[in-house]
């Protein structure tokens, strides 16, 4: 008999779930989508865990009828609550508020989401002390925490490194200064759609607060807001995955010492249904 698949080792609870009903039904082929149907009291629903599955909200109601048909034991419930509110959160703060809730519950630390690994993405900070590590002249918390030109206190900066070299994203050099194990990180796809999400959502956070600020004349902020054709959306498409791929090679190939550190956001997302879609 295999085992059933680790709640804990998710970052959605959708995906969850639908690995949990194809394990099941391996081990039990008469629990149809059907018969999970009946249990959660909708006996003649055909569409329920489809829609569910595919972005329905998940209600307070279902969600617990949900922790009775698992069978989850109160600390994995309570995880699956969060996890449920985590993904279907609207607000900033309560999505953040979620996920810091997940880090403090997960159980299994070396799952891609383990503590360790949700600390990272829990704020934009790690990752600015991570790049400004990588400035010549910063050689210390202190150096850092002066040179930012985002809000950075030294606690949170010397916080920062602590988490960064426990996760091997910082190491010490012949000087004792601690320095980036790579010119440019890339977050691992296997981490899930939700902890990518969380982590371009405090890259947001930090432009926002960069925005809000007087700064220096080379900084760029523009926007546009443009009207397309499919062939011309798909031309936009690949000339931003161009771009990005182009900057990746700049940063990885760059073989000077770092004098700056900076921080680059893309968003390019519809405004409207597309065609034949209300």
Known sequence: MSNPPDLYAYNDFRKFLSDWLEWRQSEEPSFTKAECCR???????????PDLLRGKHLSDVFRERFVRLLELGEDEARFFR????????????????AYDELASLNRTPRQSLGKESMDY?????NSVVRALSGVQRLDSAEAIARSSLVPLTL?????????????????????????PTSNALQ????????????LQAQHLELSREAFLQDGPVDRVFWSNTLSFGAEAQDAVLRALRRF???VRAIAHKDGQIADRAWQLNIQFFPLSQPKGQP
């Open 39 to 49: 249990r959660l009291g909708l006996p003649n629903s055909r569409s329920y865990l």
């Open 82 to 97: 969060v996890l449920a509110r985590f993904n279907q959160a609207e607000l900033p703060e309560e999505r953040q508020n």
């Open 121 to 125: 993405y829990r704020t934009w900070r």
């Open 155 to 179: 606690p949170q900066v010397k916080q920062a490194l602590k988490l960064l070299d426990r996760l091997g994203l910082v190491a010490t050099d012949s000087d004792g200064v601690p320095r």
């Open 187 to 198: 977050a691992d796809p296997a981490l899930g759609r939700e902890l990518l999400r969380q």
């Open 244 to 246: 990005q791929s182009e």
